[in-house]
C-alpha cells in the first residue's frame, strides 16, 4: 500500500538518493521549473514520471472495462487515478520540448488515448488531457490536421468549459496558420474536415461545424469561393436550426462588418474620432500658421490623424463597393440555382415554418436577386399577399421588393407589385405614415426601374408635395426631384425646375446598355481645362479683341506702372506701352486673324515687311515726340508674330488656339492619355467625392451636380429599412413618455420657493472673504498673534478696575 502511494502521489525517496540529492519529497511544480532549467540532470525523474504516467493510464482503461466503482459509489474509475493522470499528463507536456527523445511517443499516445475514450472520460480529466494535446500543437508538437475532427467532436459532449476551449483553439489555430502566408493544400484539407461535418445529418454537428466556418469567414482567414458555398449550402439543411442560423448570417454579415471595422479603427488610432469629424480649411490654416511651433505640431498631429482616419473610411467603402467586398452571397458558383432553390423551399414550407422564418427566406432570396441581378418571374407576385400596411414587418418586405428589382427584370412582371404598394400605401384615406413610407418604396423603385412610372401617375403623387404632414411632403419632393434628372418630360413645367425645364433626359430602354467610348473621368479632366483656360482669363491679360476692335486689328496697352511690356524680338527694340480707351490693363487683338483662310495668311506674310517697317519708323517719329509714354494705337497684321511678342503663358496661347481654331474633336486626337493625365483624373475624382462632403467651398460644391447611382452601385448597395420611414414619428409608448418626462425632470433642480431663490448667492465669494483664505506671511502671523496678545493684555486690565459689583437694595 506504501509503494502504490509513492507511485501515485508522489515521487519515490530511492531515484532520489541514488542521484546523489536528498529524499526529501519534490512535487511536480517544483520539478518541472528544475527539469527547464536543468533538462541533462533530470532525465532520472523524467523516465520515473513517464513511466508512473503509462502505469496510470493502463490501471485507469482497465478500471473502465471492468466497470469498477470507487468508494463514493460513483462508477468509470477511481477520481484519485483521474487525477493523477490528468497532472503527470500536464506535466509532461510542458516539459516534451526539453526531451524530444526521451518523450517521441508521448504526443501519439496522449491523442490515441482522447480519441478513443473521450466520450467516456470524466470531465475533469478529460478537459485536462485536451489542454495538456493544446499545449503540445501551440508548441508545434502535433498537427491540427491529425486531431482537428478530434476537437470538433470534443465540441458535442455537452461540456461547456470543454467546448469553449476547444472552439477557441481551433480558429485560433487555423488564424496563426494563415498569418504570415496561406498554405492551401493544408487549409483544403481542414476544409473538407469542416465541409463533411456541416453536411452530416446531425444537428449538434453541422451546427458546430458551421458557427466554426461563420467565424473564420468573419475573420477574413477563410473568405475564399469554397467557404462561402458551404456556408450558403448549409440554407438547404434537413434541420430547421442549421437553416436560420445561416440565414441570420447571411442577413446581418455587413451589420458585423460595420462593427468590426470600428472596433479595429478604434484601436489602431491613437486617439479616438467620431465619425462626423470633418476637416475644415480654417483648421489646416491654424495648424499651419497660428500659435506657437509645440501647438502647432500638436494640431499638426491631430490633422494628420483625421486624415488617416478619412482615408481608411475611404478605403474601407471602396472594399466594400469592389469584387473584394467578401460577402458570402457574392462568391456563389451559381445564384440562379441558389436563389430557385431556396424560393422553392419557401413555397414549401408555407405551412411549417414561423412567419419570421419566412421573411428572413423571403429576403435571402431577395439579396441574392439584387447583388447577382438575376431573373426570377415568380418572385414578385409572392409579395404581393404580404404587400398591407398593417402586416407586421411591412417596412423589410418593402425594402426587399426594392431590393429585387434591377434593370434586368422586365417592367411587366414587376408592374402589379408597383400597383400594389401604389393602391395599399398611397391613399388619401390611408395614415400618413403609409403614405409616406409607400412614396419612398415607389421611389426606390423607380430608381432602379423608371419605366413603371406612368406620367398621371406622377402627377398624381407629386400632388403630395402640398401635404402638412412632413414626411409625406418630403417624401413626394423626394420623388419629384429623383423624376427631374430621369425623365423630367413626366413632370409639370411647374415641377421640373429651372435647371430642367429644357432637359431632355429619359430612361434607357430595358435592354439597353451604354457602352462606355471613353475612359472614366475623361470628362472631369476636359472640364478642368476648360476651368482653368477660365481662371487664365481672370488673372492673365487678355489676347482677344473686343467687337469695336476687330475692324481695326489693334493692339492697346497700359502705361510702364500699371499694364504689359510688349517685346519686339525681331528688332530687338522695346516697345512702348499703351493705355487702353477703357482704362483696363489688356490687350486686344483680332480672332480674325486665325479663323481666317490660309490664302489670307499668306497674303499678310507678304505684306511683313513693309509692316515693320512702317511701324518702327512710327515708332521714331514718336520718340521724337518727347517720350510722354502714351502713344497712339499701332497694328499687328500676323498672329505668328502676336505669339511672339505677347510673352503669354503656355496656356493661354493653348486657349487662344483653342477658340481660334475650334474644339478638337476626340476623334482627330491619339487617344492616348499620359500617366499624368490618369493622375489628374484621380485628383479630380478625389476632389469631386470632397464636393460631396461638403469640405471644399460653395462655389466648388455647386459645380457638382447630383449623380444618379449606377446598376452596378444599387446592386452591391444593400437597402435599409429604416430609410423608408424617414422623418415619420413613430406613436411613443406609455413607458416612453414617462421615461421622457422623468429625463426632464433631473435637468431641474429642487423645488424653493421665489423668495428663497431671490435670497439664494448665486455668485463667488466677496474680497473680504477671498482675503481671509489667503495664506498670511509669517511676519504678519507673527505681529496679529502679537496684537491680540496687547489687546487681551488691555481688556483683562480694564475689566478688574470698572467692575463695581451689584446693588444690594436691587
Keep these: 500500500m506504501t509503494s502504490h502511494h509513492h507511485a501515485m502521489t508522489g515521487l519515490s525517496p530511492e531515484p532520489l538518493s541514488a542521484s546523489g540529492r536528498s529524499s526529501e519529497k519534490m512535487s511536480l511544480p517544483s520539478l518541472q521549473s528544475k527539469m527547464k532549467c536543468d533538462p541533462e540532470g533530470y532525465e532520472t525523474e523524467l523516465l520515473l514520471v513517464y513511466n508512473q504516467f503509462k502505469s496510470s493510464l493502463e490501471l485507469f482503461k482497465q478500471q473502465a472495462d471492468l466497470g469498477f466503482k470507487s468508494v463514493t459509489g460513483s462508477g468509470g474509475s477511481d477520481p484519485t487515478v483521474a487525477k493523477d493522470l490528468a497532472e503527470r499528463a500536464m506535466f509532461l507536456a510542458h516539459v516534451t520540448p526539453f526531451y524530444p527523445a526521451h518523450l517521441a511517443q508521448f504526443p501519439g499516445q496522449l491523442s490515441e488515448f482522447l480519441h478513443a475514450s473521450a466520450r467516456t472520460l470524466p470531465s475533469g480529466l478529460r478537459l485536462h488531457v485536451a489542454q495538456a494535446l493544446i499545449l503540445l500543437m501551440n508548441r508545434k508538437m502535433v498537427d491540427i490536421g491529425e486531431n482537428l475532427a478530434l476537437f470538433m467532436e470534443l465540441q458535442t459532449y455537452g461540456d461547456k468549459a470543454l467546448k469553449n476551449l476547444a472552439y477557441t483553439h481551433v480558429v485560433h489555430s487555423i488564424k496563426r496558420m494563415n498569418m504570415k502566408h496561406k498554405n492551401e493544400v493544408k487549409n483544403r484539407t481542414l476544409q473538407n474536415v469542416l465541409f463533411r461535418m456541416l453536411q452530416q445529418e446531425d444537428e449538434t454537428k453541422a451546427k458546430r461545424a458551421l458557427i466554426t466556418l461563420r467565424e473564420l469567414h468573419r475573420r477574413k482567414v477563410w473568405f475564399d469561393e469554397n467557404t462561402a458555398n458551404a456556408i450558403c449550402s448549409a440554407c438547404f439543411h434537413p434541420s430547421s436550426r442549421i437553416m436560420i442560423a445561416c440565414l441570420s448570417f447571411l442577413l446581418d454579415y455587413e451589420k458585423i462588418e460595420d462593427e468590426d471595422d470600428s472596433e479595429a479603427s478604434s484601436s489602431d488610432e491613437d486617439t479616438p474620432l467620431k465619425s462626423h469629424v470633418a476637416i475644415n480649411r480654417e483648421d489646416i490654416y491654424k495648424a499651419h500658421h497660428k500659435g506657437t511651433l509645440a501647438s502647432k505640431k500638436k494640431k499638426k498631429a491631430k490633422l494628420q490623424r483625421a486624415i488617416r482616419s478619412m482615408k481608411k473610411q475611404q478605403r474601407l467603402t471602396s472594399e466594400k463597393s469592389t469584387s473584394n467586398y467578401h460577402t458570402p452571397l457574392n462568391h456563389l458558383r451559381d445564384p440562379q440555382e441558389f436563389a430557385e432553390k431556396l424560393f422553392s423551399r419557401l413555397q414549401a414550407c408555407k405551412h411549417v415554418e414561423r412567419f419570421e422564418v419566412k421573411m428572413m427566406m423571403l429576403k435571402v432570396v431577395a439579396r441574392t436577386i439584387g447583388l447577382h441581378r438575376l431573373v426570377i418571374l415568380n418572385f ?31 417592367p411587366d412582371a414587376v408592374e402589379p407589385l408597383f400597383k400594389q404598394i401604389v393602391n395599399k400605401f398611397i391613399d388619401d384615406r390611408a395614415q400618413p405614415e403609409a403614405i409616406a413610407v409607400g412614396l419612398n418604396a415607389t421611389r426606390e423603385i423607380c430608381l432602379r426601374m423608371p419605366l413603371l412610372m406612368t406620367e398621371d401617375l406622377l402627377q398624381d403623387l407629386a400632388l403630395y408635395k402640398k401635404s402638412h404632414t412632413k414626411a409625406v411632403s418630403v417624401a413626394a419632393r423626394s420623388l419629384i ?20 425645364v429644357d432637359s431632355k433626359a429619359r430612361p434607357k430602354a430595358y435592354g439597353e446598355v451604354n457602352v462606355l467610348s471613353n475612359v472614366p473621368g475623361l470628362e472631369l479632366l476636359e472640364h478642368d481645362d476648360d476651368n482653368e483656360d477660365s481662371d487664365d482669363d481672370d488673372d492673365e491679360p487678355s489676347l482677344r479683341g473686343t467687337d469695336d476692335n476687330l475692324h481695326n486689328d489693334e493692339l492697346v496697352a497700359t502705361s510702364d506702372d500699371e499694364g504689359l511690356q510688349i517685346t519686339n524680338s525681331d528688332s530687338g527694340s522695346e516697345d512702348d506701352t499703351m493705355i487702353s480707351e477703357d482704362g483696363d490693363d489688356c490687350i486686344d487683338d483680332n480672332d480674325s486673324d486665325v479663323s481666317g483662310d490660309e490664302d ?34 499701332r497694328k499687328f497684321a500676323d498672329f505668328d508674330r502676336q505669339l511672339n511678342d505677347a510673352e503669354a503663358s503656355l496656356r493661354t496661347l493653348k486657349r487662344l488656339a483653342k477658340e481660334n481654331m475650334g474644339p478638337v474633336p476626340l476623334d482627330s486626337t491619339d487617344g492616348f492619355l499620359s500617366n499624368e493625365d490618369f493622375r489628374r483624373i484621380k485628383e479630380l475624382k478625389a476632389k469631386q467625392r470632397l464636393a460631396q462632403q461638403g469640405l471644399l467651398k460653395k462655389a466648388d460644391a455647386k459645380s457638382t451636380a447630383f449623380k444618379i447611382p449606377t446598376s452596378d452601385e444599387l446592386s452591391i448597395k444593400r437597402v435599409d429599412p429604416a430609410k423608408l420611414e424617414v422623418h415619420v414619428k413613430r406613436r411613443m409608448t406609455k413607458e416612453e413618455k414617462l421615461a421622457l418626462v422623468k429625463a426632464g425632470r433631473e435637468e431641474r433642480g429642487k ?14 465669494l466677496s474680497n473680504k472673504q477671498k482675503e481671509h483664505k489667503k495664506a498670511m506671511p509669517l511676519v504678519a502671523k507673527r505681529a496679529k498673534v502679537a496684537k491680540s ?22
Design 600 to 633: 489670307e495668311v499668306d497674303a499678310e506674310d507678304e505684306d511683313e515687311d513693309e509692316n515693320r517697317e512702317a511701324e518702327d519708323e512710327f515708332e521714331n517719329n514718336d520718340a521724337k515726340d518727347g517720350g510722354s509714354g502714351i502713344i497712339k494705337k
Design 481 to 500: 426631384g429623383l423624376f427631374r434628372e430621369l425623365n423630367p418630360s413626366l413632370l409639370i413645367k411647374k415641377d421640373r425646375g429651372r435647371q430642367h
Design 380 to 410: 414578385y407576385p409572392y409579395f404581393i399577399n404580404y404587400i398591407t400596411p398593417h402586416q407586421d414587418g411591412v417596412t423589410e418586405l418593402l425594402a426587399a421588393a426594392v431590393q429585387a428589382c434591377h434593370d434586368m427584370v422586365p
Design 789 to 810: 496678545r496687547v489687546e487681551k493684555r488691555k481688556k483683562q486690565q480694564l475689566s478688574g478696575k470698572n467692575f463695581r459689583g451689584k446693588k444690594a437694595w436691587k
Design 751 to 764: 423645488y424653493m420657493a421665489r423668495a428663497a431663490v431671490k435670497q439664494k448667492k448665486t455668485g463667488g
